[in-house]
């Protein structure tokens, strides 16, 4: 599981076997750190149409409890190839699979990141989602790579996103997915380019709550 105390977030692996796979989930032991729990779903001949996911988290709560139980079932339309290939790389499919689940805990997590090589609209996109929008991971890049940069760093333009988060009442976390921007970073600069990840990221909040309309 990650680091990240105290929710230690679930790391959920996949393998596809010829027309089988295997799900599994290692997590923390109820949110304690000093065990390890792991999981294993192995579905052999599966049916057709049906398919399985490991959410994350349960729900949300402080810290946030990881996921229990079997995996949740969800409907495939189409072969194998058409579905891994198209299936919820439009904002239409991801809100379709959201609601036929119909279960408060599972949502839809955005990343900039992605939708900034997508070419799509995405303050278009993320008024279409609404408030099934449950996390962001919030990264930049040039169009070309998805190459994880600070915001600002990259070709998105921000402050329309933020408020289009205000416009739909997004009142979650804003989860940077920079790493590769401060693995390049030496050591002897990196407290201060933490520092000013840290400012970023507080300048978007503040454009998100309405300051900085300016800009």
């Known amino acids: 599981f990650e680091p990240d105390a105290p929710n230690f977030t679930p790391r959920i692996p996949g393998v596809v076997e010829g027309c089988n796979y295997k799900l599994s989930i290692l997590k923390s032991n109820?949110?304690?750190?000093?065990?390890?729990?792991?999981?294993?779903?192995?579905?052999?001949?599966?049916?057709?149409?049906?398919?399985?996911?490991?959410?994350?988290?349960?729900?949300?709560?402080?810290?946030?409890?990881?996921?229990?139980?079997?995996?949740?079932?969800?409907?495939?339309?189409?072969?194998?190839?058409?579905?891994?290939?198209?299936?919820?790389?439009?904002?239409?499919?991801?809100?379709?699979?959201?609601?036929?689940?119909?279960?408060?805990?599972?949502?839809?997590?955005w990343d900039f990141g992605h939708g900034n090589l997508s070419a799509t609209d995405q303050n278009e996109s993320l008024r279409l989602v609404g408030s099934r929008l449950k996390a962001l991971h919030v990264n930049d890049n040039d169009k070309l790579k998805d190459r994880h940069l600070l915001p600002f760093y990259g070709e998105i333009d921000w402050p329309p996103l933020m408020r289009t988060l205000r416009e739909i009442g997004y009142q979650n976390d804003l989860t940077f997915e920079c790493t590769p921007f401060l693995d390049r970073v030496p050591p002897a600069l990196r407290q201060k380019a933490l520092e000013h990840t840290v400012e970023v990221g507080e300048y978007l909040i503040r454009l998100v709550q309405g300051e900085d309309e300016s800009l």
């Open 30 to 109: 109820n949110g304690g750190p000093e065990s390890t729990q792991r999981y294993f779903f192995e579905y052999e001949n599966p049916k057709a149409g049906q398919g399985h996911f490991i959410h994350t988290y349960q729900q949300d709560g402080n810290p946030l409890p990881s996921f229990e139980g079997e995996p949740t079932r969800v409907a495939i339309e189409g072969d194998l190839d058409t579905f891994s290939r198209t299936y919820s790389s439009a904002p239409e499919e991801l809100i379709d699979l959201v609601d036929s689940l119909d279960d408060e805990m599972v949502g839809i997590c």
